[in-house]
């Protein structure tokens, strides 16, 4: 069972800055893509960053420019740099791996990040 934590959010005002960290406990974490999704109050949750194994990266149109992904394969780590916050960037983010467009694994508690003045 792989388990996935969540860490690193919290309360920001607009424009503000934070950056996320999940911890994956999976073997051979580095052959794994790896992606970074949200979950707006009252609302389905959605993708916001995806990483390769090779390291590419791709966002929506939304945090495009904002958003930053990153992994540490040595740590089994995958990061997400966020800048220029705005309110609607308030969800509670989770990380997963993806395959063929599809969350791989059980999701994790999340953590909270809102963007508030």
């Known amino acids: 069972q792989v388990q996935l934590v969540e860490s690193g959010g919290g309360l920001v005002q607009p424009g503000g800055s934070l950056r996320l960290s999940c911890a994956v406990s999976?073997?051979?974490?580095?052959?794994?893509?790896m992606a970074w999704y949200r979950q707006p109050p009252g609302k389905q949750r959605e993708l916001v960053a995806v990483i390769t194994s090779g390291g590419s990266s791709s966002y929506p149109d939304s945090v495009k420019g904002r958003f930053t992904i990153s992994r540490d394969n040595a740590k089994n780590t995958v990061y997400l740099q966020m800048n220029s916050l705005k309110p609607e960037d308030t969800a509670v983010y989770y990380c997963?791996?993806?395959?063929?467009?599809?969350?791989?694994?059980?999701w994790g508690q999340g953590t909270q990040v809102t963007v508030s003045s």
């Open positions: 997963n791996a993806r395959s063929s467009g599809f969350a791989l694994w059980s």
């Open positions: 999976a073997t051979r974490f580095s052959s794994y893509a």
